[in-house]
C-alpha cells in the first residue's frame, strides 16, 4: 500500500507559478513511477506528467510541455510538479499517483495508488 497527500494547490493569476507536492508513505517509494494527473470540472481526468522510480526519465502532455517539471527526492519520498506560466485553462484538481512498477506511464489505468486531490485556481 502507498498513501499519497498533495499539497499546495491555491488560487494565482494567469501567467504565476506553484509547485505542488506529493508526500508518500508506506510502500517503498524509491521502487515506484509517479504521475499527476487533472480533472477540471465536467471533463475526465487526463495526464499531466509522470517519472520513473529515479527520476531520470520524464514525460508530460503536450499541453504542459516545457511550462511543467515533475521530479521527485526519494530521499523525501515526495514528487513536485512545478507549475510556470499558469494559464486559467490549467485550472483542475491535481492528483497524485503511484503505480507498482518502477517505469513511466500516461494512463490513468496504469496507477494503483491515488490521492485526494489540491485545487488549482488560475484566475485571468
Known amino acids: 500500500q502507498v498513501q499519497l497527500v498533495e499539497s499546495g494547490g491555491g488560487l494565482v493569476q494567469a501567467g504565476g507559478s506553484l509547485r505542488l507536492s506529493c508526500a508518500a508513505s508506506?510502500?517503498?517509494?524509491?521502487?515506484?513511477?509517479m504521475g499527476w494527473f487533472r480533472q477540471a470540472p465536467g471533463k475526465e481526468r487526463e495526464f499531466v506528467a509522470t517519472?520513473?522510480?529515479?527520476?531520470?526519465?520524464?514525460y508530460y502532455a503536450d499541453s504542459v510541455q516545457g511550462r511543467f517539471i515533475i521530479s521527485r527526492d526519494n530521499a523525501k519520498n515526495t514528487v513536485y510538479l512545478q507549475m510556470n506560466s499558469l494559464k486559467p485553462e490549467d485550472t483542475a484538481v491535481y492528483y497524485c499517483a503511484a503505480r507498482s512498477l518502477s517505469t513511466t506511464a500516461k494512463t490513468y489505468s496504469s496507477y494503483d495508488y491515488w490521492g485526494q486531490g489540491t485545487q488549482v485556481t488560475v484566475s485571468s
Open positions: 508506506g510502500r517503498t517509494f524509491s521502487s515506484t513511477a
Open positions: 517519472i520513473n522510480w529515479g527520476g531520470g526519465t520524464t
